[in-house]
């Protein structure tokens, strides 16, 4: 069965930092930022090992994992529960990932593993401002959050 709509693989693609959540030996949370998360197909997903030893080494003693993606600017995003699976230099796996990395930023960052997150579960998040704020909508949230950083829309080529 299908888990990822279009919704979800615009949120991936547009968000440009997401966070994994694993867990370390002693059952505490380990909290670390991914700006290479993709989707890898309709049911899995898929980051590069940069900076990371100890996420990799907690998905390799337990390999639940948690991403969440939230798109600042909307207030909105998703949740992804699922197993995180090490492919390391040598498989086809990394070494398709460690391409698509090159080919988008160069030879410059190092891809040491490539983690294939089979998601098991998908739930959406909204900013309580879509249930509490009368009349919200995701562009008065979009122009609000806008302005509250001081940016300005990209215009896409």
Same mark, same amino acid.
Do not use: W
């Given at each position: 069965?299908?888990?990822?709509?279009?919704?979800?693989?615009? =949120?991936?693609?547009?968000?440009?930092?997401?966070?994994?959540?694993?867990?370390?030996?002693?059952?505490?949370?380990?909290?670390?930022?991914?700006?290479?998360? @993709?989707?890898?197909?309709?049911?899995?997903?898929?980051?590069?090992?940069?900076?990371?030893?100890?996420? =990799?080494?907690?998905?390799?003693?337990?390999?639940? =994992?948690?991403?969440?993606?939230?798109?600042?600017?909307?207030? /909105?995003? !998703?949740?992804?529960?699922? /197993?995180?699976?090490? #492919?390391?230099?040598?498989?086809? =796996? #990394?070494?398709?990932?460690?391409?698509?990395?090159?080919?988008?930023?160069?030879?410059?960052?190092?891809?040491?593993?490539?983690?294939?997150?089979?998601?098991?579960?998908? @739930?959406?998040?909204?900013?309580?401002? !879509?249930?509490?704020?009368?009349?919200?909508?995701?562009?008065?949230?979009?122009?609000? !959050?806008?302005? @509250? !950083?001081?940016?300005?829309?990209?215009?896409?080529?």
């Amino acid at each position: 069965m299908k888990i990822l709509d279009t919704d979800m693989r615009a =949120i991936i693609s547009e968000t440009i930092l997401c966070f994994a959540a694993t867990v370390n030996q002693d059952g505490s949370p380990n909290l670390s930022p991914k700006s290479t998360l @993709k989707v890898f197909d309709d049911n899995h997903l898929i980051f590069a090992n940069i900076a990371s030893p100890k996420t =990799i080494s907690n998905l390799k003693q337990d390999p639940r =994992i948690e991403i969440n993606c939230v798109d600042t600017f909307s207030r /909105r995003g !998703y949740r992804f529960k699922g /197993r995180g699976i090490v #492919h390391s230099i040598g498989s086809k =796996i #990394h070494g398709d990932l460690l391409l698509e990395i090159k080919n988008e930023h160069g030879k410059r960052i190092p891809v040491l593993d490539a983690v294939l997150i089979e998601i098991l579960e998908a @739930k959406q998040v909204l900013s309580p401002a !879509y249930q509490f704020v009368k009349g919200v909508t995701e562009d008065s949230l979009r122009n609000a !959050y806008m302005n @509250k !950083y001081n940016v300005q829309p990209l215009v896409k080529k």
